[in-house]
């Protein structure tokens, strides 16, 4: 009863996509209506779910548990994905088989087969071998019933049924007889393999080809029907069920069309496992047992197998025999199983199945077998060697080198490979077509990278680019020549601050390093003692534009030796520091760090050779540096390059300097001044190692300008000549305004701050001198009992000396900027340099007192009053002060005694601007003598200070 009740559900499902189909089918299932018994419709199901539905089925028919799936079956699509196609897996996602992971786990690395291969290469296949011919059954086509192959699904839809289609019972078969009498006839072939017909006797037509059958209804209907003549069509086909069983994913019956083949029921069962053969798959049924190789079918070699079915056959796919993996340069990379029945196969025949080599000849076979004893070893075999099971192979190439070809690269529009011969014999016909050199190629010199035959060393040949492309010379190419076009940015980076760095040793860089500390400022505002500097304004200007950033600051060059052609460059010239002297140009600043170009990275040792066949433009050129030429290069050639000479050039005394040619010998450099006034620069031959000067003509504008500042009616930025005087300046800027205050303009200079700042530094080194005295002097007497701690006034002095290294100077120089003094005393109207910056304040209305007084601060200025009333106006002096040693710090710059001493009446009347500082009494520590300059120290700081602050109040 249950087998009845299974039967019973198998035929509605395989009706069911009749059901679903809008037209019926001359050859689909048999039709159902589209409703079901009480005018409910009936549901049309996808074909993924019609298969499920079937194998539940076939599993309850034999007795396994509802939703247990085979161990080797996949797992069901959800119903919540029933009706979308089902994703192919891709190869590369499947797991290993195990044949497939023991040649994976065999393949040889580069490092392994270093003994058996000298040459650099193992083509290996960059994913892993595969099986081959198992992924030909992944997958059914979308919307096709399981076990529907391709040519089925053609057959079907177009109604193509070919004329020796066997009939079989249950086919339903449409004949039409036209004559005497017209009738079209749907009959359906009985059990008994029987077609019964009106007026006519029945007629077997069970195992008869649809030729043979209407050829007989032909013959019948002449003789019983006066010549009717006959049409005979299938409507319906049958079904067929075929047993699938031994090395399948789902192993068991599946239900086919009459028209389906051996792949088709595969298909139907889901595909041949990895360990199943597809050389030996057996047949067996009424038609007698035979084997199928299916590699003819899907490897389009030898002669293909009889594939139909009849129902009844069974299909048994035994395990897989011995296997043999091809990689390397061949078609179809895979593993390949050997011929039925055989443990080896010639290496053509295997060649063949994947494809054959990708070269047609020069091709080399390493194989890796295994030996007696199990070890892996490799050795070259010919085509006509046999293949074992479990050997590999891999196909390379004889000798892989590239030969008979030359290459174009560098600034050009697209580097390219060309064949060695015709347009590429020479230098002439490979840059033939100019446009082939991209825009601003540096024309005096690109090099050929030549390999020597004997040696295998290469080496740099130098020729004239621009000479080439207009058909002057001409050069021939040899094997392997690599033609290398510069752009003029390639050689502008020469002259760089990255290459020049590389170019000086350590003494060179450490002095460097110290000139720019010297001229830059600090970044931030050092920490100032406020016993000393109590009250004072804490300015510290921001670097000017164009001053260098400090070291530690900003970009540091020598990290430009990540380059290896600066690395190379670097150890050449600390080997050899006179090889690039030549190279080395003098006052190129460290103004940032300039990237290697890319030619540099791809050739290394180009930048030395270019340093060792360069000349030097210095002077008026407009782009002067380093510029690799040819001998006998003529300096107007150069000067092109270099963008011409500027108008100031002064062409009547050019300095050539020159080495001898002979380095081995005593002879000196020479030097010769030339008189080019005439302009004939192609008269000037050049070698490398040249220095060329081009000097300047003289002129009475100065190189520099100067800066106005504050009180003037029209402060600015102004260009001066040679001589020219403060006055004159002011008198350029229209003169002061009304609110100016020329007793306290501020006139710095950047001579006078270097010298200041070198002033700062070596107080600050005494200072600490006389602490290290006071330190061992205090430590001398503590020893005998007596000492006293001084630690706290050593701290102090560190402190101070810190100050004055981190402390900027001002540059100020006093200097009188009343203009009408100076038309008086024109003695006292100074000259002006580069560089100079003059700040006129407006008048203040304030006087300064800070030190050792009551309440240091700014007071107002009231006229005629002294030192002492200002003192008094502050609260007064300090327990501690020393009213003696007080000071005045006028506005202009210059530092006079206050007058607070009981014999000094108060000293003089105080301008406005001015600063009073009232220092400690040092008499306390008078044995210390690091601390009787202190208050000298301190005037130093406070006149910077107001100076800075002064600039500071001008600059806003």
């Not at 020549?481 to 940015?489: R, W």
């Not at 050129?621 to 690799?628: I, K």
């Not at 710095?748 to 700062?760: K, L, P, S, V």
Request: charged share 20%; aromatic share 4%.
């Amino acid at each position: 009863m249950k087998h009845a009740r299974v039967l019973a559900l198998w035929t509605l499902v395989l009706a069911l996509p009749a059901a679903a189909q809008n037209a019926p089918s001359l050859i689909g299932p048999p039709a159902l209506p589209s409703t079901l018994p009480g005018g409910a419709p009936l549901q049309a199901l996808p074909p993924s779910a019609q298969q499920d539905i079937l194998q539940r089925l076939l599993d309850a028919g034999a007795g396994r548990t509802l939703g247990s799936q085979s161990p080797t079956a996949p797992q069901p699509a959800p119903f919540s994905s029933l009706g979308l196609p089902a994703p192919t897996p891709a190869a590369t996602d499947e797991p290993l088989s195990p044949i497939e992971q023991f040649f994976e786990n065999r393949r040889p690395q580069p490092a392994s087969l270093a003994a058996a291969t000298p040459a650099a290469r193992m083509p290996m296949t960059p994913q892993p071998l595969r099986q081959f011919g198992y992924d030909s059954f992944r997958t059914n086509p979308p919307g096709a019933l399981a076990g529907q192959a391709f040519g089925q699904q053609l057959n079907q839809a177009s109604g193509a049924i070919p004329e020796d289609y066997i009939i079989g019972r249950d086919d339903e078969l449409v004949i039409s007889f036209r004559g005497r009498t017209s009738q079209d006839l749907t009959l359906r072939v009985s059990r008994e393999g029987m077609l019964l017909l009106p007026n006519l006797p029945p007629l077997a037509a069970a195992d008869r080809t649809l030729r043979e059958l209407r050829e007989e209804l032909g013959r019948r209907a002449q003789r019983e029907l006066a010549g009717a003549d006959v049409f005979i069509s299938v409507r319906q086909m049958r079904q067929v069920t075929i047993f699938v069983g031994g090395e399948v994913q789902r192993p068991g019956v599946v239900a086919l069309s009459p028209l389906a083949n051996v792949f088709d029921a595969l298909v139907a069962a889901q595909g041949v496992r990895k360990s199943g053969t597809l050389r030996a798959i057996r047949v067996e049924g009424p038609r007698g047992r035979r084997v199928l190789d299916l590699y003819p079918v899907l490897a389009g070699e030898g002669e293909p197998p009889d594939l139909t079915l009849r129902e009844g056959e069974r299909i048994l796919v035994p395990p897989i025999g011995g296997v043999v993996a091809l990689g390397g340069e061949v078609s179809r990379p895979a593993i390949y199983e050997l011929p039925p029945g055989s443990g080896s196969s010639p290496l053509g025949t295997m060649l063949r199945l994947a494809g054959d080599a990708l070269r047609p000849s020069g091709n080399r076979f390493l194989l890796e077998t295994t030996d007696g004893e199990g070890r892996r070893a490799f050795r070259e075999i010919g085509l006509q060697s046999p293949l074992r099971r479990g050997d590999l192979l891999l196909v390379e190439p004889g000798t892989d080198v590239q030969a008979h070809n030359i290459r174009l690269t560098g600034h050009v529009a697209q580097p390219l490979t060309r064949a060695l011969g015709g347009r590429g014999a020479s230098l002439r016909g490979l840059l033939g077509d100019g446009r082939i050199v991209r825009p601003d190629p540096y024309a005096r010199m690109a090099v050929i990278l030549r390999t020597d035959a004997r040696t295998r060393g290469r080496r740099f040949q130098p020729f004239d680019l621009s000479a080439v492309l207009a058909g002057r010379a001409d050069v021939h190419l040899a094997e392997g020549d690599e033609v290398i076009i510069l752009s003029l940015a390639d050689v502008l980076w020469l002259s760089s601050p990255t290459v020049q760095w590389a170019l000086l040793d350590e003494t060179e860089r450490g002095r460097l390093n110290a000139a720019q500390a010297r001229i830059a400022p600090p970044a931030t505002p050092p920490p100032q003692p406020a016993s000393l500097l109590a009250g004072l304004p804490s300015v510290i200007p921001a670097p000017a534009p164009g001053m260098p950033t400090p070291p530690g600051a900003g970009p540091d060059p020598s990290r430009g030796l990540d380059c290896a052609a600066l690395t190379q460059l670097e150890i050449a010239a600390r080997s050899s520091p006179q090889r690039f002297a030549h190279a080395r140009i003098g006052g190129f600043r460290r103004l940032g760090e300039a990237p290697c170009p890319q030619v540099f990275l791809d050739y290394p040792a180009l930048l030395t050779y270019l340093l060792d066949n360069a000349m030097t433009l210095t002077g008026e050129g407009r782009l002067p540096g380093l510029y690799p030429i040819t001998n006998g290069t003529g300096l107007d050639q150069v000067l092109a390059v270099a963008g011409g000479l500027t108008d100031t050039a002064d062409l009547s005394s050019v300095e050539l300097t020159r080495e001898p040619s002979d380095q081995t010998s005593a002879i000196p450099l020479t030097r010769t001044l030339l008189d080019l006034r005439s302009r004939n620069f192609a008269a000037v031959r050049l070698s490398p190692r040249d220095g060329v000067r081009i000097p300047r003509g003289f002129g009475d504008r100065d190189n520099g300008p100067v800066t106005l500042m504050g009180e003037f009616l029209r402060p600015g930025v102004y260009d001066i000549r040679r001589g020219e005087r403060l006055s004159e300046v002011i008198a350029r800027a229209g003169g002061l305004t009304p609110q100016a205050y020329p007793y306290g303009a501020v006139f710095t200079r950047e001579a006078a701050r270097a010298r200041q700042q070198e002033g700062f530094n070596r107080t600050a080194r005494e200072l600490e001198m006389g602490l290290m005295q006071v330190a061992a002097g205090t430590a001398v007497v503590g020893s005998s009992g007596r000492g006293t701690d001084v630690s706290g006034a050593v701290a102090a002095g560190q402190q101070l000396a810190a100050s004055l290294r981190n402390i900027p100077a001002a540059g100020r120089m006093v200097v009188e900027a009343n203009p009408v003094v100076l038309a008086g005393r024109p003695e006292l109207d100074v000259l002006l340099e580069p560089g100079d910056l003059i700040v006129m304040p407006k008048r203040p209305n304030d006087v300064t007192v800070v030190g050792a007084v009551q309440n240091p601060g700014s007071l107002q200025f009231t006229s005629g009053w002294r030192a002492s009333q200002y003192v008094r106006a502050a609260g007064g002096t300090q327990r501690f002060a020393d009213p003696s040693r007080a000071f005045l710090v006028l506005p202009n710059g210059t530092s006079v005694p206050a007058g607070l001493g009981a014999w000094q009446q108060g000293g003089p009347p105080v301008p406005p601007g001015s600063l009073v500082i009232v220092p400690n009494d040092p008499s306390p520590f008078e044995s210390w003598g690091f601390l009787r300059d202190m208050t000298q120290i301190a005037g130093q700081l406070a006149i910077s200070a107001a100076a800075l602050a002064v600039i500071y109040r001008g600059g806003n």
